[in-house]
C-alpha cells in the first residue's frame, strides 16, 4: 500500500473543508494519508457531523525540521499552487521524494500571491502532477508551460454522501434564495443583494438569506437577511430550506476569483438548483439549462432576470433541481480520492 504525505501549510482551516474531505475518503479507502503541516489550524474547526467531521491529528508540525519525515513516505501531497511550488517542492527534492499538488483560485489568479510564469517552468520538470479542479484551470496551467500529459483535472473534494441520499425533494416554486461565502469580494455578495432588490420588485415574495455576509448592507430592507459565518450543518440546514442557490462569484480588484465554489456541489446534491457566474472552472458544474442557470459576472441585470424566470416557470425550477445531483456527483469525496490514487499519486 503506497503511503502519503499531505503536506500543508496549516491544518485544519475552516474554509478547507475540501483538503479534509479527500484526506478522509482515502483513509476510509485503507489508503495511508497523513498530514505534516507547518502549523495547526483553529482546534475548534469541525467538518460536518459525525466522526469524519472530526480533523485528523497531524503526524508532524513544522516544516523546518520535516524532511526526515516526509523521506517516510512514497508520496507527497499539497494544496495551492504557491505552497506547491514555494515549498512543497523544495522539500521534496531534500527529501528524495515524489510530489505533486491542487491549484485552485488565488494562489493562480491574485497578481500578489500567484505563481510567478518562471516559477512554473522551474518547478514543471520536478512535480510528477499538477491537480487542476477543472479544464479552465488545466489550460491556465498548461498555458504557463507545464506539459499536459503533467495536469490532470480533478474537481475540489465534497463530503456528499450523506447529502445525496438524504436530499428533498426538488423545489416547486422559488420564494427563498440562499448564498453562501467568506465575505470578500469575489464571492460577488453585493451584485446579488442588487439583483434581488430589482427581481424583488417583479415578485415580491422572494427573500434572500445570505450566510458570510453580516454588516453587508447597514439597514437590512424587508426580506433580505445577512448571516455571520456559521457551522457547516447550519449551513446544510438552510440550504435545504432554499429553492435556489446562488454564487455570483466576480473577479475582484486584484485578480482573484472563485475557483469552483464547493456550496454549488453541496446545492446539487441536496437538489437545490443553482443560478452562478459563468467563470473559471463553474461551468464544468453548471450546465446551463440542465441543473442551473449561467450569468456573466457582475451583470445584476442577467442575475436579477434569472431570479425571475425561475420564480416564473416553476416547472423548470423542479426540473433543474431533479438533474443537479448528476453533475455534483464528480464531486464526490470518494470518487475524487480514486481519482487522486490512479491518476495524480500513481508513478
Known sequence: MR????VLAQYPVVSQGFVHAEIVALRRMGFDVQIVTHERGDPAVSFGEGPDSVPVEPVHVGLANAVPTLAKFDHLHGHFADFGARVLAPLAKRSGRPFSFTGHAFDLFRRDAAVRPEEWLAVAPAVQRVVAISRFHRYFIMARGVP??????????AALGELLAGAPESPKQLRRVLAVGRPVAKKGFGVLVQAWAKARAHIPEIELDIIGAQGLVDQTPPGLRLWPTCAWSEVMHAMRAADVVVAPCIASPDGDMDGIPTVLAEAGALRRPVIASEMSGVGDLVAHGVNGLLVPPGDVHALAAALVRLARRPDELTRLGNAAP???????ADVVARRLIYEAFAA
Open 3 to 6: 503511503s502519503v504525505a499531505y
Open 148 to 157: 499536459a500529459d503533467k495536469v490532470v483535472v480533478i474537481p475540489n473534494a
Open 326 to 332: 448528476l453533475l455534483a456527483a464528480a464531486h464526490d
